[in-house]
């Protein structure tokens, strides 16, 4: 098994570094419109707004060439471009002009591959006799460990040098992008749908199952989003922790988080996915509802630790788990998922300086609780749904 991993070093490796890329700017550009152009926080919302829409399109209109057997190579190549383009433009232009136009659509086309390497890597890894599941966990614990870096070398720079000398960075890490790309990705690789003429019916209930899993991680990815939106802020202002806490506390939570993804396939091989799934919501509960009670510096890192458990098991399961009701759309559900993460991601923000503002940010936290209840729930609702079309799939034969 070792040695398939292996194989795939150049794609893992490609993986992470349009992962680093994108974590260096994903969240920095909000910092950079209001600290680095000094305009007011509503801006961060428009640009997000744009660049999320054009990547929620990207990833539906590649997934579908994807599924029909179009070439990776292109795709890949056209969000590694868009990412250069994107930086390049503001490190010649660092105005609010260039954010709107040229980074939405640079920085937006390139959040598109990580869908697209995922969807990818699904059929590298059933090519070389690799279980998806554990080639997911092997691609989420890459993609984690690319966003333990990209964040902290964003900010460091910002700090050290200049606001502007991170889009410079941008652009000098995207050469080693587009470098790995060239050299790395087959040209003609490719990652069709298998589909089956008697069991591919886009119009079945196996589509309902697919919309419930896809409205599970909404439940669950909005209550982190909440929860990693307001954890900072709650734990300086209300708590009196000192300012370094909050980065302490998310390098414990990404450490846990890898080392829980690393473990999702042997779990998964044990209890099952939807067991393991059903556990991993309700650890998801009490965790986000015990890190509403934190009041110390000790208990911070032990709810950071509960937290990264819980969301590594997630981060891992959730993928499988959405591809699982379409096995002959990989591509299609692969989208579907990133899409949903990106949602929440937005929603999460507006969701979360209201709550606070009406009420604190505890309040926020545990709102995500209830949110995360809502994903068990969600998770019943499936099992009952695949019960009912068992059932109907029996009556009619």
């Not at 680095?36 to 990833?59: D, R």
């Not at 802020?233 to 302490?248: I, M, N, R, S, W």
Request: hydrophobic share 55%; proline share 4%.
């Amino acid at each position: 098994m070792n040695s398939k991993i292996v194989s795939l070093l150049p794609f893992t490796l490609l993986l992470f570094c349009g992962t680093i890329c994108s974590a260096m700017i994903i969240p920095y550009m909000a910092f950079f419109l209001v600290e680095g152009l000094g305009y007011e926080p509503w801006i961060i919302s428009v640009y997000a707004t744009m660049a999320v829409c054009l990547t929620l399109i990207a990833n539906r209109q590649f997934a579908r060439r994807i599924d029909d057997g179009a070439r990776i190579f292109p795709l890949v190549g056209v969000a590694a471009m868009g990412y250069s383009m994107a930086a390049l433009s503001l490190s010649l232009a660092p105005t609010l002009w260039t954010v709107l136009t040229l980074g939405v659509i640079g920085f937006g086309i390139s959040s598109s591959a990580v869908s697209t390497m995922f969807s990818l890597g699904g059929n590298l890894a059933e090519r070389h006799d690799i279980e998806r599941s554990r080639f997911n966990a092997y691609m989420r614990a890459t993609t984690s460990t690319a966003w333990m870096i990209g964040p902290t070398v964003t900010f460091l720079i910002a700090d050290q040098v200049s606001v502007e000398a991170v889009f410079y960075a941008a652009l000098s890490l995207s050469f080693v992008w587009l470098g790995l790309w060239w050299l790395g990705l087959p040209r003609e690789i490719n990652a069709p749908a298998n589909l089956k003429s008697d069991t591919f019916k886009p119009n079945a209930h196996a589509s309902t199952g697919l919309w419930l899993a896809a409205a599970f991680v909404f439940c669950l990815s909005l209550a982190h989003s909440l929860t990693f939106s307001s954890l900072p802020l709650f734990y300086v202002q209300e708590v009196g922790l000192p300012g370094f806490a909050p980065g302490f506390a998310f390098s414990i939570k990404t450490f846990v988080e890898v080392i829980a993804i690393f473990s999702t396939p042997m779990i998964i091989s044990r209890f099952g996915m939807r067991p393991a799934l059903i556990a991993t919501t309700l650890l998801a509960v009490v965790t986000i509802q015990l890190l509403a009670t934190v009041q110390s510096f000790p208990q911070m890192l032990v709810g950071a630790a509960l937290e990264g458990l819980y969301y590594g098991f997630y981060a891992s399961l959730g993928i499988s788990y959405v591809q699982s009701f379409a096995e002959d759309r990989p591509a299609y559900a692969t989208a579907i998922y990133w899409n949903t993460l990106m949602v929440t991601g937005v929603l999460a923000g507006p969701a979360v300086g209201f709550i606070a503002q009406a009420y604190d940010f505890q309040t926020v936290i545990q709102v995500a609780s209830a949110v995360a209840l809502c994903a068990a729930l969600v998770l019943v609702a499936s099992r009952t749904s695949k019960k009912c079309l068992s059932s109907s799939q029996s009556s009619r034969s």
